[in-house]
């Protein structure tokens, strides 16, 4: 099995946070386990050059499948994704108001989304696949996404704005941030910060803070098991375990431990491998 992750070049960074490469089989007799993917702060163009997966979203109920490029919005709920046995995923994920500037579509009509990509993208998308099939070279497929996406920037992407700039910048922070004064960086007045955070990213500023804590929190737990939720809960800007446990089941409907333990029975474990990215 294989998790990678390759940094874009640099006609890309601005739009590009990360490649990530998903690559593993499974024996015709190994029993395939669903992965629990709990709400991240991303926004996602996925491509999947051989089996595809099947995603069941675990409040609405609706199920979307059989899809071989993907675009993903901001998700607010958990999903429950059930992978074939020869799976290979390529993700883009981009940079907050990047899917914005390049598509004009408003976020918000985004989020909780499995869109199939064709119906946004030009149909040259349908390529990228094909050219990522005949090749196991990582690299040589990261150059294959990477002259897809250089070709949309020709299309002429709408510019970049204040708030996609402070919005970067916060991604990485778990310390809870001042709405008022995240809009002032932005030049802008807060009712016109919300209306626009909510243009590009699809849900509240204040909602997608309370993510960036929590992933971090979540990826902190599968790269530290040994750690303990109160001192989790601390190092990512909670108050206490109780405040971290009420995000958890905000976003999760579980608590950390119950949803740590839907985790530790994801495919990747199968191969002694964690989500950490």
Not at 78 to 96: A, S
Not at 118 to 138: A, G, H, M, R
Not at 189 to 204: A, C, H, N, P, Y
Request: glycine share 4%.
């Amino acid at each position: 099995m294989v998790l990678l992750e390759f940094p874009p070049s640099p006609i890309l960074k601005e739009f590009v946070r990360t490649f990530r490469i998903v690559d593993f089989v499974f024996s015709a007799n190994q029993i395939i386990p669903y992965k629990p993917y709990p709400p991240k702060p991303e926004h996602c163009l996925s491509f999947y050059p051989r089996d595809t997966e099947t995603v069941e979203y675990a409040v609405s109920g609706k199920t979307k499948a059989k899809l071989k490029s993907v675009v993903f919005g901001q998700q607010t709920e958990v999903t429950h994704r059930y992978v074939g046995r020869d799976f290979l995923v390529f993700q883009v994920v981009f940079r907050p108001g990047a899917l914005f500037r390049l598509t004009g579509i408003p976020s918000f009509e985004l989020k909780n989304s499995y869109i199939d990509a064709e119906t946004i993208f030009p149909l040259s998308i349908k390529d990228v696949n094909l050219k990522l099939q005949e090749t196991k070279n990582y690299t040589d497929m990261v150059n294959i996404v990477e002259s897809f996406l250089i070709s949309l920037l020709s299309r002429k992407a709408k510019p970049s704005h204040g708030l996609d700039i402070i919005t970067n910048q916060i991604l990485n922070q778990s310390a809870v941030v001042d709405i008022d004064w995240l809009a002032h960086e932005s030049c802008l007045s807060t009712r016109q910060f919300e209306r626009k955070f909510l243009e590009r990213m699809g849900v509240s500023a204040k909602y997608y803070n309370s993510l960036i804590r929590f992933e971090n929190a979540f990826r902190m737990k599968n790269k530290f098991p040994q750690l303990d939720w109160l001192t989790i809960a601390v190092q990512c800007g909670y108050y206490d375990y109780q405040h971290l446990s009420k995000t958890y089941q905000k976003l999760t409907l579980k608590s950390p431990t119950e949803f740590h333990l839907l985790d530790l029975n994801s495919p990747e474990r199968s191969f002694g491998q964690a989500d950490t990215y």
